[in-house]
C-alpha cells in the first residue's frame, strides 16, 4: 500500500494517507500516480506558481528494493516553462532513502511565508526553517544540511530555483537533477529549500529472493548489453550523432559538427576522467566525475551526452573543458542543462542575426564557440543578472518579446526546449518529439536508441513510425511508474511489458500481466493528454519548430533531410487513429471508457 505525506506548506500541516489500493493498480505509482494525482487536485488553468500548484515527489513499488538499478523516483507538477504536465525523474540513493523513511510519495501545496525545509525519518516528518539557507548554492546547501544532519540524503534548489527561473531543477546528492521543466521554480515559489531524508528501515518487497536472483542476473546481462556505457558513460552518444550529422549544431542550424571528436566520450575518458559514479543497485555505474584541466578549475559529476552536445556542437563550441564547468555551473546553480544550453544557443544566433546586440550582450562577446561568454551567460542566466533575467523565462517566451525575427529561430516544442538529437534526421524522433506530454523529449519514446543506435528503424521515412512511437510511450509511461532506470529497461529488459511484470510483482506482490501493463501506461498516457487539453493543448501543439519543416540540414551525412510537412501531418492522423484519439487529439469516449478514465 502506497503512503503519502501531504505538506500543506501555508499552514505547516504534514498528514499522512493511504492510496486507495485500485488506483494504486491502476496507475501503478512514480509519473502515473503522481499524474493522477495532479488531474485530480489541480485547479483547472491554475498558475504554475500558484501555492495551490501540487509539487508531488513519488517513488515506485521498485524503488528501494534490492532489484537492479532501482534508484529511481519520479517528479509530478505543472510546468512554470510550459504550461503542461510535468513529470521529471532521478536517481542516485535519496528515492530509496524516502521509501526506508517508510514514506512512498510527497505532495506539497501552499506557500510558506519564510523559507522552509523538510525533514523526513523513521523517527518522524518536521518543517525546519531555513533563512539561513536562502541564497546558498546547491553545494552549500547540501553541505550546510549534511552537516546539520549526519547521513542524510538533502534534495534542493538552487538560486535557480528561488528566483524563480522557469526551468530550474531540483538537485539531489548534488549533481543529480530532476531537471526538465522547471519543477525547481515550483518549489522555489513554495518557499521550500530543500527536503532531507535519513531514513534506515528496510524495503520490503513481495518476493526478496526472486529479486536477488534478477539482480546477479542483471550484472551479468550489462557486462554484455551496457559494457561502452558502463566504460563511457552517456557521452559515448557523441560518436553516433556526430558520425550520422544529427548532433545539433549552432542552434539547430545545422545537424553536422567537424569537431566532433573533440567532446566525445573517448576525448572525456582520457585526460578528463576522474571515476565512475553509479545509483542506488546499479551494476552499471554509467556516471561519470570529470575535471576541467585548461583554463577552469573544477572536479564535477557530468557533463551528460545532452549537455555535451547542447553546450558544444549547438554553441559551435569544442572546447570540452568550458563545457565541463558550464555543466558544474547548472548543477550548482540548480538549472537544467539541456534548455539551459539551448537559450544560450539561442542567443548567440539571435548575436549574429542582430537581433540584439551591444547592449543585451552587456560586455560579452556572444559569437559561436567563445567559450567564456557561454560560461560567464550560463552564470547569469541562473543568477538572473542583468538581460540574462529575461533568458531565465526560456525561449518562447523571449522570442514573444523580441518578435518575429526571434521567433524564427527558436528550437521548442509546447515551450520545452528540444534534447541533443536533430529531428529532421530521425522522423521517429520528430513525432515522439512532437506527441510528447511534456514538451520536446527523448524520454517519452526513445526511438533514437533504433533509428541512431541499433539502425535497426530506417530514420529517414515516417513509414511504421506511428506505431512504433504509441508503443514506447506507453512503456516508458510504465517504466517511469514502476520506476526503473530506462538504460536497464531497454538493454536487460528490452522494454518488454512481461520482464517489467516480473520484476514488479517481485517487488508488490500486484499479479500484473502483460497485458495489464501495456494498458496501464495507456492509460496514464492518456490521463497525461487529458491534463494537456484541460489546460489548452490541441494539435496545433503537437507540432515542431519551423526551422524543423522549412531548413534542412545544411551539411555532413544528413545533409538535406528536413520534416516533410505533409508526411509529418499524415504520421501525426495515423498516430492518433491509433490511440483512439479524434483529428483534433482528443480521447473518444469509447477510448476514455476502455481505459477506465470516463467521468
Not at 148 to 168: Q, Y
Not at 263 to 291: D, M, Y
Not at 367 to 381: D, K, M, Q, S
Not at 409 to 434: F, N, Q, S, T, W
Request: aromatic share 8%; hydrophobic share 40%; with cysteine.
Amino acid at each position: 500500500m502506497t503512503e503519502l505525506l501531504r505538506v500543506d506548506l501555508t499552514h505547516g500541516r504534514l498528514d499522512r494517507e493511504a492510496v486507495d489500493p485500485g488506483i494504486d493498480r491502476a496507475f501503478i505509482g512514480g509519473r502515473g500516480l503522481g499524474a493522477k494525482l495532479l488531474y485530480d487536485e489541480n485547479p483547472p488553468g491554475i498558475d504554475p506558481f500558484d501555492p495551490e500548484n501540487r509539487l508531488i515527489i513519488m517513488t515506485g513499488p521498485y524503488t528501494g528494493t534490492g532489484g537492479a538499478y532501482s534508484g529511481f523516483f519520479n517528479v509530478t507538477t505543472k510546468s512554470p516553462l510550459t504550461g503542461t504536465i510535468l513529470s521529471s525523474h532521478s536517481a542516485g540513493h535519496w528515492g530509496a532513502r524516502l521509501r526506508r523513511t517508510g514514506i512512498d510519495g510527497i505532495v506539497l501545496r501552499g506557500r510558506a511565508s519564510t523559507p522552509q525545509y523538510l525533514e523526513l525519518s523513521e523517527e518522524g516528518v518536521r518543517l525546519h526553517e531555513a533563512d539561513l539557507l536562502r541564497g546558498s548554492d546547491v553545494y552549500e546547501t547540501t553541505a550546510q544540511l549534511q552537516e546539520r544532519h549526519p547521513d542524510a540524503n538533502i534534495f534542493t534548489i538552487g538560486p535557480a530555483g528561488e528566483r524563480l527561473v522557469r526551468f530550474a531543477a531540483i538537485m539531489n546528492e548534488k549533481h543529480r537533477a530532476a531537471g526538465r521543466g522547471g519543477a525547481g521554480a515550483v518549489m522555489g515559489s513554495k518557499h521550500l529549500k530543500a527536503i532531507v531524508v535519513h531514513g534506515g528501515r528496510s524495503v520490503s518487497a513481495a518476493d526478496p529472493e526472486a529479486l536477488r536472483l534478477k539482480f546477479h542476473e542483471a550484472t551479468e546481462l550489462s557486462r554484455d548489453r551496457m559494457k561502452a556505457l558502463g566504460e563511457y558513460g552517456t557521452p559515448m552518444v557523441v560518436g553516433f550523432t556526430g558520425t550520422l550529422g544529427t548532433i545539433p549544431t549552432r542552434n539547430f542550424q545545422d545537424g553536422a559538427f567537424a569537431d566532433y571528436e573533440l567532446i566525445s566520450g573517448e576525448a572525456l575518458r582520457g585526460e578528463h576522467f576522474s571515476r565512475h559514479v553509479a545509483c542506488f543497485r546499479c551494476p552499471t555505474h554509467c556516471g561519470k566525475e570529470f575535471r576541467a584541466t585548461n583554463g577552469y578549475a573544477v572536479t564535477t559529476e557530468g557533463p551528460e551526452y545532452e549537455t555535451l552536445a547542447l553546450f558544444g556542437s549547438n554553441c559551435g563550441n569544442a572546447n570540452v573543458d568550458a563545457i565541463i564547468m558550464a555543466n558544474d555551473w547548472c548543477n550548482r546553480l540548480g538549472l537544467d542543462t539541456i534548455t539551459t544550453a539551448n537559450v544560450v544557443a539561442f542567443t548567440l544566433e539571435l548575436a549574429e542575426k542582430d537581433v540584439i546586440g551591444a547592449r543585451e550582450a552587456e560586455g560579452l562577446t556572444l559569437a559561436w564557440g567563445n567559450h567564456p561568454a557561454i560560461v560567464e551567460l550560463t552564470r547569469r542566466i541562473g543568477y538572473r543578472e542583468g538581460w540574462a533575467r529575461l533568458l531565465g523565462e526560456g525561449t518562447k517566451r523571449v522570442a514573444e518579446i523580441l518578435g518575429p525575427s526571434a521567433q524564427r529561430l527558436i528550437a521548442h516544442v509546447k515551450g520545452l526546449e528540444m534534447p541533443a538529437y536533430d529531428p529532421r534526421g530521425a522522423k521517429g524522433v520528430a513525432l515522439g518529439y512532437a506527441t510528447s506530454t511534456r514538451g520536446a523529449c527523448h524520454l517519452r519514446a526513445s526511438l533514437h536508441a533504433y533509428e541512431l543506435f541499433a539502425k535497426t528503424m530506417d530514420r529517414t521515412t515516417f513509414e511504421g513510425k506511428a506505431a512504433a512511437v504509441k508503443q514506447l510511450q506507453d512503456n516508458h509511461a510504465v517504466v517511469d511508474s514502476v520506476v526503473i532506470c530506462k538504460f536497464a529497461a531497454r538493454n536487460i529488459y528490452k522494454n518488454d511489458f512481461g520482464l517489467l511484470a516480473e520484476l514488479l510483482n517481485a517487488a508488490a506482490a500486484r499479479a500484473y500481466t502483460a497485458d495489464e501493463l501495456a494498458l496501464a501506461g495507456e492509460r496514464i498516457y492518456n490521463l497525461e493528454v487529458l491534463f494537456n487539453r484541460r489546460e489548452g493543448f490541441g494539435r496545433a501543439d503537437d507540432t515542431l519548430p519551423e526551422k524543423c519543416f522549412a531548413d534542412p540540414i545544411q551539411t555532413g551525412p544528413s545533409a538535406g533531410q528536413y520534416v516533410p510537412r505533409d508526411q509529418f501531418e499524415h504520421a501525426l492522423s495515423e498516430y492518433y487513429a491509433l490511440r483512439g484519439w479524434d483529428e483534433s487529439g482528443m480521447p473518444t469516449s469509447e477510448t476514455l471508457e476502455r481505459l477506465g478514465l470516463a467521468s
